[in-house]
């Protein structure tokens, strides 16, 4: 935890294959770290790993990290694109909240559950592109950023279960989800 925390300087990091645990605010306020690539050994990305580091402009989610952690790329203002892989089951609360550059999302099949203020002000989203063929639980209407324009693309046969009108799914993306042959 907190193992390089506020290193401004901090532009680059290679973490080896052995580490397996990413701790809470590990790189939190890295402001110079422009990218990361996660070793594959890492099952979980812990609360604020990485906070406020606003020159990250990409970062490789392994598949077999399980759980993106409560604010864990909150404030990563230059990331462009997010790719969840299909092993993610949770993303926490305000995981990337106020990732504001952030224009295309990919949420691998194995998600469940988003957070609460999981994606809130990443009021540039255009694309979401959700694998999971069962809609993730939402437990609130702050997931997503609300009014947006991005559109939502699903596997087929999902398209009625996100469309739901009692589904907050179909709050944030109204008349804009999408069936496609993942």
């Known amino acids: 935890s907190s193992a390089f925390r506020g290193c401004g ?3 680059s990091v290679t973490i080896p294959n ?3 645990s990413i701790g809470s605010s590990a790189f939190g306020g890295c402001r110079s770290l422009t990218s990361i690539d996660i070793p594959n050994g890492v099952t979980s990305i812990g609360d604020y790993t990485f906070f406020y580091c606003r020159s990250l402009t990409s970062v490789d989610i392994p598949n077999g990290v399980t ?3 409560n604010s864990a790329f909150s404030g990563c203002s230059s990331l462009t694109s997010i790719d969840i892989p299909n092993s993610v089951t949770s993303i926490g609360n305000s995981a990337f ?3 504001s550059s952030l224009t295309l999302l990919n949420i691998g099949s194995g998600v469940n559950h988003i957070g609460q203020n999981a994606f809130k002000n ?3 989203l255009l694309n979401v592109n959700c694998s999971a063929v069962n809609p993730p639980t ?3 209407n702050t997931s997503f950023p609300y009014p947006n324009s991005a559109s939502l693309t699903v596997p087929c046969g999902s398209l009625e279960a996100y469309s739901n009108p009692s589904n907050l799914w179909n709050v944030f993306f109204n008349n804009r989800i999408y069936e496609n042959g993942f």
Request: charged letters at 15%.
């Open 9 to 11: 300087g901090l532009t």
């Open 18 to 20: 052995s580490v397996t």
């Open 67 to 69: 759980s993106i952690g």
């Open 97 to 99: 909240e106020d990732c």
């Open 122 to 124: 990443c009021n540039f």
């Open 138 to 140: 939402i437990f609130d």
